[in-house]
């Protein structure tokens, strides 16, 4: 028996050979290989030749040049969906042009997350956490903002860009601000704005701010692992989710709880967040600023907390009312 495994095994490899340039040139191949084909979820003990492909698409969009046939020889085929196959890189790491997933702070921070690339009156900016590029509302506008963090290893020379806005966090038994009052009036009437036009004590709805860059060409919008976001999305219960962050990398999640009201620690003072999303451990410390994406690359939310065993995350939608951009695509 392990005789004939190893014939069919010297066979299906020298298929792939003879026809492994014809493969690689359809539209859509990105790896050719020798494995088990795939039934369902399950492997069977069929040898095939394992075309690799960014996306699986109906064979009526594809050219009969690259529809890869179901047999190849005497040997079968397989079609699996993979991705771009991309060279993974340290996100804690110089990066240039930087892409979002990469480590970025503050000068007087540790370091949090390039969360994506948005676009404020026609320029663009890099989005993340007030406390990631705000130092928790402890910044001025102009401040340098460094890529990587200063944990790790950002200096001065390392500079990507300056502060250009950030919606305060409005921190427990703090006054509200002067604007807080017509939100309250508009709700007394019956007019509901989507979200605060800024953070009210005990009604946080973001922990958001935009850094300009030095140069538009120091940033790139693909991110690390995931690619380019397609636009804004709305997260829902259960909802799958992905994000690229500065310490754990790509991870994926599940929408595990919406409408949630949560206390956040800032190191000492405490700030209560409404109308939030939760997900479960896909993140870390550092992670802070990382954009939460959909299946299809939707941003649906900004991670800005957690713990051990949660997730925290903005709605979009606030972050991008309260700070007046859209999503870089």
Same mark, same amino acid.
């Given at each position: 028996m392990d005789a004939m495994r190893s014939e069919a095994l010297a066979a299906a490899r020298q298929v792939k050979r003879e026809n492994v340039v014809t493969l690689m040139k359809m539209a859509n191949v990105v790896a050719t290989g020798v494995g088990y084909k795939i039934s369902g979820d399950a492997q069977t003990g069929d040898l095939a030749v394992v075309v690799s492909v960014r996306k699986k698409l109906p064979l009526a969009q594809l050219a009969e040049s690259d #529809?890869?046939?179901? !047999? #190849? @020889?005497s040997v079968k085929t397989d079609v699996i969906e993979t991705g771009e196959i991309v060279a993974f890189q340290d996100p804690k790491e110089k990066m240039r042009p930087a892409r979002p997933g990469v480590s970025i702070g503050h000068f007087a921070i540790t370091a949090g997350t390039l969360g994506c690339l948005v676009l404020k009156n026609g320029e663009v900016h890099i989005l993340s956490n007030n406390h990631v590029l705000a130092n928790s509302n402890n910044a001025q506008i102009g401040d340098a903002i460094l890529q990587p963090g200063p944990a790790d290893g950002g200096t001065s020379v $390392?500079?990507? @860009? !300056? %502060?250009?806005? =950030? #919606? +305060? #966090?409005? =921190? $427990?038994? !703090?006054?509200? +601000?002067p604007g807080g009052c017509l939100t309250q009036l508009l709700s007394a009437i019956g007019l509901k704005p989507r979200a605060p036009m800024q953070n009210e004590p005990g009604n946080n709805k973001v922990d958001c701010a935009l850094a300009r860059p030095t140069t538009p060409d120091l940033v790139n919008p693909n991110i690390l692992n995931i690619g380019v976001p397609v636009g804004a999305g709305t997260a829902t219960l259960g909802m799958a989710v992905q994000k690229s962050g500065r310490t754990t990398g790509l991870t994926n999640g599940t929408i595990l709880q919406i409408d949630v009201t949560v206390t956040v620690n800032y190191g000492g003072p405490f700030a209560t967040f409404t109308s939030q999303l939760m997900a479960g451990a896909i993140s870390q410390g550092g992670d802070s600023g990382s954009a939460v994406l959909d299946m299809s690359k939707r941003v649906v939310?900004? %991670?800005f907390a957690g713990s051990p065993t949660t997730t925290i995350i903005n709605p979009i939608q606030f972050v991008l009312d309260m700070l007046g951009v859209t999503i870089v695509t």
């Open positions: #529809i890869v046939p179901k !047999t #190849i @020889g $390392d500079q990507i @860009g !300056t %502060l250009a806005e =950030f #919606i +305060p #966090i409005a =921190f $427990d038994g !703090t006054p509200p +601000p939310g900004l %991670l």
